[in-house]
């Protein structure tokens, strides 16, 4: 997490200066503390007003500025991590060969930090032998590359060298830098998604499912140091960190399967996935003809992972099921709860505004085993989920 974290942007001459706007607003919308340092070539590219409004404190550009000196020692010294984006052709050469003509240079010489640099400059460069020794001695001053992305680059040409994308280099540093070790050592299970169960080769029966929220929680354990291992049926988002391992499935039955051999190396299960309970009895091996006025499909029940998970679970395994509702919602969460054997239910209702398949928000009211219940306001799925992992971690707490 990027809460509280202490950001030094170093911005240096490119037409990828504009993409720092977003980055700095990215990187406050995370929490991030955020000094910009711009090189006077990058003036040209964003404005020093935009950066200073946005990051809240004045942007730096000279070594000197009337009678005040920036301490460019303080700076490197003050900051978490340095981050040099874009980093421009010309500037990487002159961090590769300490040459030391501005601020920037003299804040970066003398970092105490970690530096992370996203370069941005046009295919021929990049690939040119130089910029390829540049970076290779970035990599022995022990300095990390954000790699270049491939397309429209500023000469018009479509190639390699366009750099990385604002929310891509703020995954980068949440992901790689900023990994909280609170869960390290801890195995999540989370599943996602509908399930989709086949009627013939072309149709299925499935739910709106959007996978928002058990990719949230996904997300918020594994921030917090958790290995996570996320279960979805077909779902168009995705997670945003590599490190999540996902694993595909498309039917209740295949879910199912998945979470039965993963669960007893599991300490944590939380299963958000919209399980579909009746698939057909009958699979069509050839597409079905309208040949009948009434078409009658005959379903079967499917397993009940979380109630499978319930019969089977250790004392030390936390087991955290949802309750999505239309009515009695309470008294349907609770017999869920019980009858499914899980240590909370996260109860959410279609009737709120709030709640449902698609949206980014959520309202959930969390049930404890033991009795208590945790309303939640309104708010992201984000949010609501770093709720969610912080009362299991309590209970983890409890069980040890
Ligand atoms: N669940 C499951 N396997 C199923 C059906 C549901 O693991 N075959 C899980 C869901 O992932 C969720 C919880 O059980 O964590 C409750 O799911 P929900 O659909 O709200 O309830 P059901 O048990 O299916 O009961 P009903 O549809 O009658 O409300």
Redesign the pocket.
């Known amino acids: 997490m990027l809460k509280g974290k202490r950001i030094l942007l170093g911005i240096t001459g490119s037409i990828a200066a504009y993409k720092t706007v977003f980055l700095v607003r990215l990187l406050v919308i995370a929490g991030a503390e955020v000094r910009v340092i711009i090189t006077p070539s990058a003036k040209d590219f964003v404005s020093t007003l935009t950066l200073a409004t946005l990051s809240k404190n004045k942007v730096l550009v000279d070594l000197a500025d009337e009678d005040t000196w920036a301490n460019h020692v303080m700076l490197g010294r003050w900051a978490d991590v340095m981050l040099i984006a874009p980093l421009s052709c010309n500037s990487l050469s002159k961090l590769a060969n300490g040459i030391c003509d501005n601020l920037l240079m003299a804040a970066y010489l003398s970092a105490t930090c970690p530096v992370i640099v996203a370069p941005a400059m046009d295919e021929d460069m990049w690939h040119h032998r130089s910029t390829i020794k540049n970076i290779e001695t970035l990599k022995e001053f022990g300095h990390t590359t954000i790699t270049v992305g491939t397309g429209e680059l500023a000469s018009g040409l479509f190639g390699e060298g366009r750099m990385a994308e604002p929310k891509d280099i703020v995954t980068f540093l949440e992901e790689k830098f900023f990994r909280s070790e609170l869960l390290k050592g801890k195995s999540v299970l989370v599943?996602a998604g509908p399930t989709l169960e086949a009627i013939d080769p072309v149709r299925f029966i499935g739910n709106h499912s959007s996978g928002k929220m058990g990719i949230a929680l996904a997300e918020a354990f594994y921030t917090l140091g958790a290995d996570v291992k996320l279960v979805c049926g077909p779902i168009k988002n995705t997670v945003c960190y590599e490190g999540i391992e996902v694993l595909k499935i498309t039917s209740?039955a295949e879910?199912?399967d998945v979470?039965i051999s993963v669960f007893p190396s599991i300490n944590i299960a939380v299963?958000?996935?919209?399980?579909?309970?009746y698939t057909p009895r009958i699979v069509s091996e050839n597409k079905i003809k309208k040949n009948e006025k009434i078409f009658q499909l005959e379903l079967i029940?499917?397993?009940?992972?979380?109630?499978?998970?319930g019969t089977v679970k250790r004392e030390d395994q936390i087991l955290?099921?949802?309750?999505?509702?239309t009515n009695n919602e309470l008294e349907?969460a609770i017999r869920?709860l019980e009858t499914?054997n899980?240590d909370l239910?996260?109860l959410n209702s279609l009737n709120d505004e709030f709640a449902g398949f698609e949206k980014d928000t959520n309202k959930v009211t969390v049930l404890d085993r033991n009795g208590s219940s945790f309303p939640f306001e309104a708010k992201s799925k984000k949010l609501v989920a770093i709720d969610i992992v912080d009362l299991i971690i309590k209970k983890l707490n409890d069980k040890v």
């Open positions: 599943t209740a879910m199912y979470c299963l958000a996935a919209a399980v579909a309970d029940k499917t397993k009940d992972i979380l109630q499978t998970l955290v099921g949802f309750a999505l509702e349907n869920k499914k899980a239910i996260v």
